[in-house]
């Protein structure tokens, strides 16, 4: 009977799509912590290199959610990851400070640069960032801010600052905040010919630069550390502080510095490992 | 005088304003064969809805069994509605359906089912799709189906408006079978011919009241309200 | 356009694993999350459709309202009562598939139920009489009239799934989109967006618009031999 046949299949189907979960529901029995990262590091591709040399060193799969620094500190607070690896220095001591970590302990470094439209009508060409960004706010040059309370959001605050520019009273006209990742920010970027400050690792990945191009770096105050720190079970208990640990260790720790070092992007070193005994 | 089955006492139906059945009393006694007639919008519909419970009222009482306090559960009836709804699986499990519905016991269904669809004539079209039948056998397949539930009454709107003159004889020739049984019958029609041969009582009704409540030898003789002798001649003018 | 259009069949004919996976993955949480939508939809459309019952015009415009509900707020919702720090919290399915098909579902429920209610009360004006004087109750009867309209309900399905495929604001925060777990075909395009990689992004697109038209081929072969067979009898 047609209705007959129409719940056989209907049935089967479940069974497929079932089965399909099948597969799956067996990985999870294996032994997983979860990373909250930034976007910035996941598209640098570091963790596709990284974590699999982890996975073979200690059996540990690390399932990294990545957003932006802000919400990944968020993330751990609300006991929803199990470590944190990020890259801004004063929110992680604020964290720690706070009793959600018991150490944030060094990783590596890698730098921001300034990119911008090929005629650099703001003059920004080379090594002094803070000089820079003076020169972009007088002009009124397109700036591209990620306004997103990211560890590159962070930095580039603090060099906002340092160049005397106070942001909340009077915003640079061309100044424009997009809420967003470093790849959408290139994007706009991109598109609309302005300045905007990047992670090395994600601009070296990135495709789609139209004219834009490296216009200052090697400056000091352009050096970006990440820390990792395990959330403290103490707060959370269901935390999985030991093999969370065990990724501290081994990131830290010679063998996981090493493959930091190897980690190459368009035939350039994106990390420089930055750990302290 | 035979039980009644059904008793409205000056049961009247409104829609919002409109007042489709106004002041009703009668009684339905078992074995009667009922005719309903009357103009569009009389109130035929909406009596027949009222008796078999499809339809509550707004006013008065409708009771079942003698007496109009009783407390007898209502008569197990079966409708056949002018187009008839047929759901879109085969012929069989349409007449299943209603057995399943009542809680006729499952050993029993599939014989009923046959009896029902032998008796009108369809059984060999059992595994075909409902709605791929002519308009007559849809109409004989929806008398199987109330048939099949042995009910104690049959109400039926305006069974043959649709049907062609051939499918229009079959279907009265299996409505006289089934009132033959013992079923009672409570038909409206516009077919004055079909209420003078099918029919033991006459009623006519206008704009939601009862006018007339005859036996259907005086109902055809005697002299009418105007109105009523208004409406037979207009239906039947050849008379 | 055309780069794009040669990286999707690339993609195809490697059938690269990670790709395979993430395919499967959006089949399965959008399947089962239109499953798990049916159960209820279907049910909610249904009664609504038959029931009578005092504020039953403010629901119906509630569920009217609840179909421009905003995938990334359903989203969000989700993630704050899987959050460990939410009320659903112990269960720890945050950032696993099983989330994704509970906000999914979620998403897809009212779109089936208005649809299933109109779908019920179009129908209930042929026959819902009918079946009552069959002896069906009225939830009966809404059962028996999506029997009757099985076609419609399909298509009904067939619409809600189309929803969850493509959205891509809830899947991401209740699933992190984590490489090789919750990543899922939306997830990867606004992905690889984000770095900057368009033409993959397309591709990726082009590739789940093609899954999607393959499972509307499949549906519409099964219609098509039902209605075949039905006139094979005739």
Known sequence: MAMMLTVRRALWSVLVVAGLGGAAAGHAQDRFITMASTTSTEQSGLFAHLL?????????????????????????????????????????????????????????????????????PARTQGKDTVAALKKVASQGSGFISRGDKSGTHAAELRLWKQAGVDLVAAKPAGYKECGCGMGPALNIAAASKAYVLTDRGTWLNFKNRGDLQVLVEGDRTLFNPYGVMVVDPVRHP??????????????????????????????????FPDARP | MS????????????????????????????????????????????????????????????????????????????????????????VRFNVWLGLWLRGVPRRLRGARCDEALRRVGLLDL????????????????????????????????????????GAKREVEALIEAIAAEGVT?????????QAKRLATRVLYLEGGRLVVDLPVDRFFSDALPPEAAQFLKGEWPWR | MTESLGLAWKLVLQFDAALLQVVALSLRVSGLACLIGALFGLWLGTGLAVARFPGRAVVVWLLNTLLALPSVVVGLLVYLLLSRAGPLGHFGILFTPTAMVIAQSLLVVPLMAALTRRLVTDTLEEGGDQLRS???????????LLLHERLGVLTIVLTAF???????????????????????MTTSIALETSKGDLPLALALGLLLLGVVALVNLMIAAMQGRTVLRAAAWT
């Open chain 2, 3 to 90: 039980p009644v089955l059904v008793t409205l006492s000056n049961a009247s139906v409104r829609f919002g304003e409109v007042r489709a059945l106004n002041g009703v009393s009668l009684s339905l006694h078992r074995g009667e064969r009922l005719a309903l007639v009357g103009a569009n919008g009389s109130g035929k519909t909406s009596l027949l809805r009222l008796l078999h419970g499809l339809l509550r009222c707004s006013d008065g009482s409708v009771s079942y069994g003698a007496a109009p306090a009783g407390r007898s559960p209502a008569p197990l009836a079966a409708m056949v509605f002018q187009h008839p709804f047929l759901l879109h699986l085969s």
């Open chain 1, 238 to 271: 269901h935390v999985k502080a030991a093999l969370a640990q065990a990724f501290a260790d081994w990131v830290t720790a010679p063998a996981g510095q090493a493959v930091i070092a190897s980690y190459r992007v368009g035939g350039e070193q994106a990390f």
């Open chain 2, 126 to 165: 059992a595994r075909r799709q409902a709605h791929t039948l002519s308009g007559g056998q849809q109409q004989r397949l929806s008398l199987a189906r109330a048939w099949a539930l042995r009910p104690e009454v049959l109400y039926l709107d305006e069974p043959t408006a649709s049907l062609d003159p």
């Open chain 1, 52 to 120: 699999p040399a982890f996975k073979a060193a200690t059996g540990i799969d690390v399932r990294v959610v990545a957003v932006g620094t802000g919400q990944a500190l968020d993330t751990a607070r609300r006991g929803d990851a199990d470590v944190v690896f990020v890259h801004d220095t004063p929110a992680e001591e604020k964290f720690v400070a706070e009793g959600w970590s018991r150490k944030r302990s060094p990783v590596m470094y890698n730098d921001f640069v300034l990119v911008g439209p090929a005629g650099d």
């Open chain 3, 134 to 144: 069959l002896g069906a109750s009225p939830m009966q009867v809404g059962a028996l």
């Open chain 3, 162 to 184: 189309g929803r969850a495929i493509a959205e891509v604001g809830a899947v991401m925060m209740v699933g992190g989109n984590i490489d090789g777990v919750t990543r899922v």
């Open chain 2, 185 to 193: 019958v409570v038909m409206s029609t516009h077919n004055l011919g």
